[in-house]
C-alpha cells in the first residue's frame, strides 16, 4: 500500500493573467495582441493564448516605481513608445523586446495619450498638463509644443494624409482641437460634445472625420468646418467606435465599394457592438448575441476597446472585465473568447467523463469555462452577482452546481456538444451562498450554506431540456451562530457535516437533525471533507491547523501544523491515507495521515490559494487564488521512484567496478570513477595509495584527469585539509595543482578552507598565492614539514 502513497506533484503549467486593463493593440497580421500588464507590454499569441514576449522590466524588478500609463505601436508594427509614471518615453523593438530609445517626456503631468504619424518618424504626446508635444524620433527632438487644450488628453491622432499635416487632439473641455504638426499653430477647433470625447475616425478619402462622447452621440464633421455636419443619438455612452472598410459584409447587409455612406461600428456602456450609417443616421447592425453584461451602473462601462483586423476580417471586443472576445465580421459569431485577467479564482472543478474541461469560478458573475488542453475559454451567463462556489456530480460528472452572491444556486448540464446550460435556479436564500456539495451515491440531491446561516437540501430536477427551472428545497435548518463557511457529504450520503466561523463543525443526518459538534478549533473552519474510505471528517481552520475527527466520539485523533496561515481547501488522496492543503499562505502541502508528517510543500501563488480540485484518478491537481494564476500540477511520484530506482541500480554497478579497479591497482580510472562518483574516501585512500609508491607518481596521475576532475579533487582536497590526518595528502594535492590555479586554468570558487603556507615556491609566487587564497577566503593550516622559502617581512609588507 505504501508504494501507491503520492510523494511529490510538479507543475507542468500556469495560466496567469496578461492584460490588466489599459491599452490595447492587435497587429497587423492579426497573429499577436499587445496588452498592458501592469508596468509591462505582453505579446499574446492569439491561436495559442501564449504569452510570446515580455516588453519593458519586469515588476519585480522595478518593485512598482515606473507604472507605464499608456503605449502606441507604430503602424509598420515594429517598434513601441511607451509613457512612464517616471516621466519617461521608452521607445521599444517589438519583435526583440529592446529598448532602443529612452527620454524625459518634457510634461508637467503624466503622458495620457501617444500617437505616431503615417511615417512612423514622429511621435505625439499628449499629458495631463493640456499640452502635446511633437517628437522627432530619428534626431531624438522636441520639435513643437502645442498649447490651447485644458485638462487629460483623451483623444489624440495625426491625420493620416501626410500633404494636411494636422494632428487632432481632445481634453477634458470637450473640444476637438487640430494644429498645423509642422509650424505648431493652431487651426480649427470642432465644438459640438457636451462631454468627454472618447474616439475620432477619419474617412478613407481624408475628407471627413467622425467624433463620439460620453453625450451618447456620434458627430460627422467635414475637415476644415468647426461645425457639426451631422449629429446621430445612439442613446448609449460610447467608449469606442472603428470605422468599416469600403466594402464589408454583415449579417442581413453587404456594402460594396460603389454604395455610398460611412459605416462605424460603436460600443460602451451597453455591452453591444452596433454599425451605423452616419450620413443617413440609420442603424444597420444591432449584436443580438453579445457575451457582455451591461454596465451595472448608468454611465458605466461595458467595451472598452473595438479593434478591427481587415487581414483575418474578424472584430475583437475587449471588455471592462478584460475579456477579448474575438468575433467574425460576416457572421459575427463568436470565434474566440481570452480572459486576460481573472482576478481572484474562488473554485474550480472538472467537468465531463474525460475531465477535458473546467468551470471556474471568478470574481465576476460570470463563470468561465474552459477546454483543458487548448484553453479555451467561453463565458457562462446565468448569475447576477460574483459565483463563490462550484460542485460536481461523482456519479453525474456532466452536471455542477453554482452558488453565488446573489443568494442563488444553477445547476448546469454539458450537451454532447459541450454545450453548458442552465436548467434550475433555487432562490430560497437570504444571503450569499458561500458554498454547495453534491450527493455522492447519486444524483439526486445538494446541498447548500449561505451566510443567512442556513443549510439546505434541493432536489435535482429529473427533467433537463426546460431552461431556469425551480428547483424546491426539501430541508432547511438553521446550523450555526455565524456564517457557514463550508459543507460536505459523506460518501454514503447519510451523513452532512457543515463548518462556520463560529469555530465548530456539525455532523447532521439526512433530516438535517444534528448528530454531534466538532469542537477545538481556535478560529473558524474553512473546509471540511469526509474519508472516503474511515469514519472520519477533516476539517482545516483559520487557526492553520488541519484536524481529523473520529466521527464514532467526535474526538479529535490528529492535528497536523506546518501552514502559516488559514487553510482554505482541503481533499483526501491515496484511499484515505493522505491529505492535500492549501492555503492563505500560498502553499500547498500534501500530507501522510499514519506519520502526520508532511511530504510536500509547494510555492506556486503569490497570495491565498482559494480554490483547488483533483481529478478522479488523482493524477491532476489544479489550483488558483488571489494572484489570478491558475496552475496545474501532475503526480509524478511513479516516475520518480522509478528514476531513483535506476540511479541507485547504477550506483550499485558503479561502486562495484570502483572495487574492481582497486583490487586490480588501476589507480588512475579507479581515481576517475571516484571522482565522478563524488566519494572523498575512496579518492583519499586512492591517493595515499599512489603516495606509497612516491610524490612523482602522484604528480604523473594527476596529469591523466581533466580539468573538471581536478577541481572535484580540490574540493576534496579542502575538506581533508581541514583534519590533521589527511592534512599531508590535501597539501601535496594543492602544491602540484597550484600552478594551474595560479594561470587560472583551473578555476575552483567552491572551495572554502585550504593551506597558505603549503608549497615551496618563490616570494613572488607566494605572495600571488596568498592573495588568491585569502580571495577564497581558505583556513590556514601549517605542515612543518612543507613550509614555503622564507618571506623576508612579509608581515610588515
Not at 517628437?135 to 487629460?152: E, F, P, Q, R, Y
Not at 505648431?184 to 475628407?207: P, R
Request: proline share 2%.
Amino acid at each position: 500500500m505504501a508504494s501507491l502513497l503520492k510523494e511529490v506533484y510538479e507543475k507542468t503549467n500556469e495560466f496567469e493573467a496578461f492584460f490588466t486593463g489599459g491599452d490595447i493593440q492587435w497587429t497587423t497580421d492579426g497573429g499577436h495582441f499587445l496588452c498592458q500588464y501592469n508596468n509591462v507590454i505582453k505579446v499574446i499569441d492569439v491561436n495559442t493564448q501564449c504569452n510570446t514576449l515580455t516588453i519593458g522590466e519586469s515588476v519585480e524588478e522595478k518593485d512598482d516605481s515606473d507604472q507605464i500609463y499608456t503605449f502606441k505601436m507604430s503602424n509598420d508594427n515594429q517598434t513601441i513608445i511607451s509613457a512612464h509614471k517616471s516621466g519617461l518615453l521608452k521607445l521599444w523593438n517589438r519583435e526583440t523586446g529592446g529598448q532602443l530609445k529612452v527620454w524625459r517626456s518634457g510634461h508637467k503631468g503624466v503622458v495620457a495619450k501617444l500617437a505616431f504619424d503615417s511615417t512612423d518618424n514622429n511621435v505625439a504626446s499628449g499629458g495631463t498638463d493640456g499640452n502635446i508635444r511633437l517628437w522627432d524620433i530619428n534626431h531624438h527632438t522636441c520639435t513643437s509644443s502645442l498649447k490651447g487644450a485644458m485638462g487629460v488628453f483623451t483623444v489624440l491622432k495625426y491625420h493620416p494624409d501626410l500633404s494636411k499635416q494636422l494632428i487632432f487632439g481632445a481634453a477634458d473641455d470637450t473640444k476637438i482641437r487640430s494644429w498645423n504638426s509642422k509650424t505648431g499653430k493652431d487651426s480649427v477647433i470642432y465644438s459640438g460634445h457636451f462631454s468627454k470625447v472618447t474616439s475620432l475616425l477619419f474617412t478613407a478619402d481624408n475628407e471627413y472625420m467622425v467624433s463620439s462622447g460620453r453625450d451618447r452621440v456620434l458627430i460627422l464633421w467635414k475637415l476644415g468646418e468647426s461645425k457639426a455636419l451631422r449629429v446621430v443619438p445612439v442613446y448609449e455612452s460610447i467608449e469606442t467606435t472603428i470605422l468599416m472598410p469600403p466594402s464589408f459584409k454583415i449579417p442581413n447587409f453587404k456594402k460594396k465599394v460603389e454604395t455610398e455612406g460611412i459605416y462605424v461600428a460603436c460600443a460602451g456602456e451597453k455591452g453591444i457592438v452596433k454599425i451605423w450609417n452616419i450620413q443617413t443616421s440609420r442603424l444597420m447592425f444591432e449584436q443580438s448575441n453579445s457575451l457582455v453584461s451591461e454596465a451595472a451602473e448608468d454611465g458605466g462601462l461595458a467595451i472598452t476597446h473595438l479593434l478591427f483586423n481587415e487581414a483575418r476580417n474578424m472584430v475583437s471586443v475587449v471588455t471592462v472585465d478584460h475579456n477579448i472576445i474575438i468575433h467574425d465580421l460576416e457572421t459575427f459569431t463568436c470565434m474566440k473568447q481570452m480572459i486576460g485577467f481573472t482576478d481572484e479564482i474562488l473554485d474550480i472543478v472538472f467537468l465531463g467523463k474525460d475531465e477535458s474541461h473546467i468551470v471556474v469560478a471568478t470574481n465576476s458573475r460570470d463563470l468561465k469555462y474552459y477546454e483543458l488542453g487548448s484553453m479555451d475559454c467561453k463565458l457562462l451567463k446565468g448569475h447576477t452577482d460574483i459565483v463563490l462556489a462550484l460542485a460536481t456530480f461523482p456519479t453525474r460528472p456532466d452536471l455542477f452546481i453554482s452558488s453565488g452572491k446573489d443568494n442563488t444556486v444553477r445547476i448546469w448540464v454539458q450537451g454532447s456538444d459541450n454545450e453548458i446550460k442552465c436548467f434550475g435556479v433555487g432562490t430560497r436564500h437570504t444571503a450569499s451562498v458561500g458554498s454547495v456539495f453534491t450527493s455522492q451515491t447519486s444524483h439526486a440531491f445538494f446541498t447548500s450554506v449561505s451566510q443567512d446561516s442556513c443549510l439546505k437540501i434541493w432536489s435535482v430536477p429529473k427533467e433537463m431540456d426546460a431552461p431556469d427551472q425551480k428547483i424546491v428545497s426539501s430541508h432547511t435548518e438553521l446550523a450555526h451562530n455565524m456564517d457557514i463557511n463550508c459543507v460536505a457529504v459523506s460518501p454514503n450520503d447519510k451523513i452532512i457535516a457543515t463548518g462556520s466561523q463560529d469555530k465548530t463543525a456539525k455532523l447532521w443526518s439526512e433530516e438535517l437533525s444534528l448528530l454531534g459538534v466538532l469542537k477545538g478549533h481556535r478560529r473558524g473552519i474553512w473546509c471540511v471533507r469526509f474519508s472516503p474510505v474511515d469514519q472520519v471528517v477533516l476539517t482545516s481552520s483559520a487557526d492553520s491547523t488541519l484536524k481529523l475527527w473520529s466521527i464514532a466520539d467526535l474526538s479529535c485523533l490528529k492535528t497536523f501544523e506546518g501552514h502559516e496561515s488559514s487553510v482554505l481547501k482541503i481533499e483526501f488522496l491515496s484511499k484515505g491515507q493522505q491529505i492535500i492543503s492549501s492555503g492563505a499562505d500560498g502553499l500547498l502541502k500534501l500530507w501522510n495521515i499514519k506519520t502526520s508528517e508532511c511530504k510536500m510543500s509547494l510555492d506556486n501563488h503569490d497570495g491565498k490559494i482559494w480554490s483547488m480540485t483533483v481529478s478522479k484518478n488523482e493524477s491532476l491537481i489544479i489550483t488558483g487564488g488571489s494572484d489570478s494564476k491558475m496552475v496545474t500540477l501532475k503526480d509524478v511520484s511513479a516516475e520518480r521512484r522509478e528514476k531513483l530506482a535506476k540511479e541507485r541500480e547504477e550506483l550499485i554497478l558503479q561502486e562495484q567496478e570502483l572495487m574492481n579497479l582497486l583490487h586490480d591497482k588501476k589507480l588512475v580510472k579507479a581515481l576517475r570513477l571516484a571522482l565522478r562518483m563524488e566519494r572523498p574516501l575512496h579518492v583519499l585512500k586512492i591517493i595515499n595509495e599512489v603516495l606509497k609508491v612516491g610524490h612523482e607518481k602522484l604528480s604523473e596521475t594527476l596529469k591523466e584527469i581533466n580539468h573538471t576532475q581536478k577541481e572535484t579533487l580540490l574540493k576534496f582536497a579542502a575538506e581533508w585539509n581541514t583534519n590533521n590526518k589527511n592534512c599531508h595528502a590535501a597539501q601535496l594535492v594543492f602544491h602540484i595543482l597550484a600552478p594551474e590555479i595560479i594561470s587560472g586554468n583551473l578555476i575552483v570558487p567552491s572551495l572554502s578552507s585550504f593551506v597558505e603556507g603549503a608549497l615551496p615556491y618563490t616570494e613572488r609566487h607566494f605572495e600571488r598565492l596568498t592573495n588568491l587564497l585569502q580571495d577564497l577566503n581558505f583556513i590556514s593550516y601549517t605542515v612543518n614539514s612543507m613550509q614555503p622559502h622564507p618571506v623576508k617581512n612579509m608581515d610588515q609588507d
